[in-house]
């Protein structure tokens, strides 16, 4: 799928909320949550020892981060399914954030776990 670079745009421009939400929408569509990966996955660090997670409902939206610390990083997708069932569990034991639709701009919404998974159970029920 692609989008032209004025939705692009648009979205990246929404507030963080209204971003989450455009990722709530799209990932439990699509059935893939996108990540920036090079020898392992992208992490934001915070200082204190305290990572978040990066992850985009599109591959266009990442690609705008694989740049500065996460030069050379390319977008790859999970399932729906990896994403909720092994990758949440495993940050959740790793206490790695999950720092939803990240912008060259803003880190994006920081959703607990539990919140995270419920809103996504719930966007699944719409369907």
């Known amino acids: 799928m ?6 692009i745009n648009a979205v990246v421009a929404l507030p963080g909320p209204d971003r989450y939400e455009h990722f709530l929408k799209k990932i439990v569509d699509r059935e893939e949550v996108w990540g920036l990966h090079l020898d392992g996955w992208a ?3 915070l200082g204190e020892n305290k990572n978040l997670f990066p992850v985009w409902p599109l591959k266009e939206y990442a690609l705008l981060c694989a740049a500065h610390e996460w030069n050379g990083f390319i977008p790859k997708s999970l399932s729906l399914a990896e994403f909720v069932d092994e990758l949440l569990p495993k940050l959740t034991r790793d206490k790695v954030g999950v720092a939803v639709f990240y912008t060259p ?3 994006g919404v920081v959703p607990s776990f539990d ?3 419920e809103d996504i159970e719930n966007e699944i029920k719409k369907y």
Do not use: V
């Open 2 to 7: 692609e989008i032209s670079q004025k939705q």
């Open 43 to 45: 992490l934001a660090g």
């Open 115 to 117: 919140h995270l998974r």
């Open 105 to 107: 701009f803003d880190l």
